[in-house]
């Protein structure tokens, strides 16, 4: 499968696309409800990013899943596979065009501080930040296609968020 969409230069617009869809998404959880955090390369100034909105919905439970996976089809949103025990997955096109995803995952999920600590990371370290564009930049060229592609970036990842506290799966 191609890339999504294709990466592009900042564009300041994107917190508030977040804010927005942060606000139309928070009712169909309910009580579970936590927080919803805005990750992924979309959630750091400066950095050139595939204009696809991320959001870490976390919750305290997943309870009624049928119930929210029709709040998030009433949105728009396509529910893809876990990409983890416990982490949901849903995602978002336009004309064939991904803007949106959405991952969701409990309280203490490994997957939630990961994805914050890598974003804070991005967003207080200019070379780290650098290097990780370089390197999406040169994989977006090389790659065959999305799988690839997040397959190639895991190590960049990986080296820069370092050991992870345990937490739940």
């Not at 969409?5 to 959880?29: C, N, Q």
């Not at 909105?53 to 728009?76: K, Y």
């Not at 650098?130 to 990842?157: D, H, M, V």
Request: net charge positive; aromatic share 8%; hydrophobic share 40%.
């Amino acid at each position: 499968m191609a890339l999504t969409s294709k990466i592009t230069a900042y564009d300041a617009a994107w917190p508030a696309m977040f804010v927005a869809e942060r606000e139309r998404l928070a009712a169909g959880f309910g009580a579970d409800l936590i927080a919803i955090h805005h990750v992924g390369s979309t959630a750091v100034p400066g950095l050139a990013a595939k204009p696809e909105i991320d959001l870490l919905v976390e919750v305290s439970d997943h309870r009624d899943t049928p119930r929210v996976d029709a709040f998030m089809r009433s949105c728009g949103y396509v529910r893809g596979k876990d990409l983890s025990p416990g982490h949901h997955f849903y995602r978002k096109d336009r004309d064939g065009v991904r803007t949106h995803k959405v991952h969701v995952c409990p309280s203490g999920h490994e997957q939630i501080a990961r994805m914050l600590r890598f974003r804070d990371l991005l967003r207080r370290d200019a070379d780290l930040r650098r290097r990780y564009q370089n390197l999406k930049f040169a994989l977006e060229t090389e790659s065959a296609g999305i799988g690839e592609y997040l397959a190639q970036k895991a190590p960049f990842i990986d080296s820069a968020i370092g050991p992870t506290p345990t937490a739940r799966k």
